[in-house]
């Protein structure tokens, strides 16, 4: 990314890779991305609440994530056609990573509901909004975040 925005010559962004519990400093932020990774993390309230704290006032994250039902029921997640293939991925690689040392496991197909206790209840963001765009159709979800 970082040699890609230099061959652009673009001198507004810049790219920080670091723990998500505890990277970045007070108000350092405008953007904070979470590209498919936030279901797999064992820190991710943590993580939520970091991204509140290294952010700007107004300030926004968006995490794009596996699409996933509005709330955690079985009617909810069977009406998604994506959940029986989504689910095997779960059990076999995103819910250990998200066990691991007592973690938040989250899980693949993680319904809205579980995100919007994570960034509005826990890390106090302004809102956790669903955005409609073309990732949906691909079986990924935007959300919002806005501090």
Do not use: Q, W, Y
Not at 35 to 56: Q, S
Not at 75 to 93: D, N, Y
């Amino acid at each position: 990314a970082r040699k890609a925005a230099a061959a652009k010559g673009l001198t507004n962004v810049t790219f920080h890779v670091g723990g998500a519990e505890s990277s970045g400093d007070d108000g350092a932020f405008e953007v904070v991305l979470f590209f498919d990774c936030f279901h797999d993390m064992a820190v991710a309230g943590a993580g939520a609440c970091n991204a509140h704290r290294i952010l700007k006032p107004g300030g926004r994250v968006m995490i794009i994530e596996p699409m996933g039902p509005e709330e955690e029921t079985v009617c909810a997640h069977l009406a998604m056609p994506s959940t029986p293939l989504l689910s095997c991925f779960s059990c076999h690689f995103c819910l250990p990573c998200g066990m691991c040392h007592g973690g938040d496991a989250l899980g693949t197909i993680a319904p809205t509901s579980k995100h919007r206790k994570l960034f509005v209840d826990d890390a106090k963001f302004r809102s956790l909004t669903v955005l409609d765009n073309p990732l949906n159709m691909m079986g990924f979800r935007v959300l919002l975040a806005c501090k």
